[in-house]
């Protein structure tokens, strides 16, 4: 009898514990994600027919995808008059239509409140690279926009990643030591670096086209298949300007 007792307990126990873990697993799940684009990674992904995978990402994942106004008027008010890229600027317009992108005042966060830290994170980005005694202007409104969005994020507790192929930004958040030799072979000169508000750009956390469409396949999303398929989309990232190297590429491809 007190076997059984015994027993009854421990599978009492049991389930009691199996319960409170999944219960904190679900809390654990239900902590907001967030993907911040910028213009590149989005345009990279609509010249290469990619832009679907967001939506698919979307529904199998906990997450939102947001662009700043900046960024939406690079990669839809201006393109969307100019024949050549109006394709693309309506495709990027149909996911904001579908809800599949956001805006930031979705989740109330003001556009005035981003264009202050925009402003202020440009103002500094713009005033670390210096040639012949004048500031050379390294980083756009949009791009300095994303970062902005991601402290505002990241304050509310919401993890997040700034989707971008451009070099620069990534480079002056991860490893500004390296700015100087990497501004110079761009610029073909030689330049002083300030590297005062190194600080205010440090700890965001960066994600490109090329990870993405890797995620899109191993969670079979990807329209094409077969032994080439990945390859091909990585390829067609990196060639359409993602800054990965054929290095990474040939990683992403073992794991």
């Known amino acids: 009898m007190e076997t059984e007792l015994l027993r009854q307990k421990k599978d009492t126990d049991f389930n009691q514990s199996t319960s409170q873990f999944v219960i904190k697993r679900k809390k654990q799940n239900l902590k907001q994600k967030a993907v911040v684009f910028d213009s590149g990674t989005l345009i990279n992904l609509s010249m290469n027919g990619l832009l679907y995978i967001l939506e698919e990402l979307k529904q199998l994942n906990s997450i939102k995808f947001f662009i700043t106004h900046y960024v939406k008027n690079e990669t839809v008010n201006r393109p969307i008059g100019i024949p050549r890229f109006e394709l693309g600027a309506l495709r990027i317009q149909n996911l904001i239509e579908n809800k599949t992108i956001e805006m930031p005042e979705s989740i109330n966060i ?75 072979k761009k610029l073909h000169q030689e330049i002083k670096i300030d590297e005062k508000n190194f600080s205010d750009f440090k700890d965001f956390k960066f994600i490109r086209s090329t990870e993405l469409v890797y995620v899109a396949h191993k969670k079979g999303i990807l329209d094409v298949a077969g032994a080439k398929a990945l390859e091909a989309a990585l390829y067609a990232t990196k060639f359409h300007g993602s800054s990965v190297s054929f290095e990474e590429i040939n990683v992403l491809k073992r794991l």
């Open 110 to 184: 003001p556009n005035s409140q981003i264009e202050s830290i925009t402003q202020d994170l440009l103002d500094k980005a713009n005033h670390t690279v210096q040639s012949n005694g004048k500031w050379i202007n390294i980083v756009s409104n949009a791009e300095m926009s994303c970062l902005a969005l991601s402290m505002i994020l990241t304050r509310n507790n919401v993890e997040n990643f700034i989707a971008i192929d451009e070099r620069t930004t990534r480079i002056l958040s991860e490893k500004p030591q390296n700015l100087k030799e990497i501004m110079e």
